[in-house]
C-alpha cells in the first residue's frame, strides 16, 4: 500500500488542523492506520491508531482529548483531526499502515507517507 499525507501547514496555538492520509490499492480496509510525529532532533513517536473497522482507536497521552484519528474506507483515507494544538506539537507527521492493531512502535511499520509539517506558533 503506498500512503500519501497532506494537510500540513503553520498554525497559532489554540488553533486547529486536519490532516490527510490517502493510500492507494484495494486493501486499505484491511489495515490499521496510525499516525507518529517527529520533531526536529527527538525520535519519531506514536500519535494515534484505528483499527481496520474504525471500531478501535487509541492516543498518545500528550494528544488525548486533542486529536482524533477518524477514517473513511470507501475513501480509502484515514485522518487525524487536531484542536487545541500547542507549540509542542510542532513535527512532521507521518501516516503508517499496519495489519495488525495497536501497533506503537514506528519500527514495526513497513508501510509509511512521506511526512507533512506541523508548526504551532505561540
Known sequence: VQLQASGGGLVQAGGSLRLSCVASGRTFGSYSMAWFRQAPGKEREFVATI??????TYYADS??????????????????RMNSLKPEDTAVYYCAADPSYYVLDPREYDYWGQGTLVTVSS
Open 51 to 56: 483499527s481496520w473497522s474504525g471500531g478501535g
Open 63 to 80: 494528544v488525548k482529548g486533542r486529536f482524533t484519528i477518524p477514517r473513511n474506507n470507501t475513501k480509502n483515507t484515514v485522518y487525524l
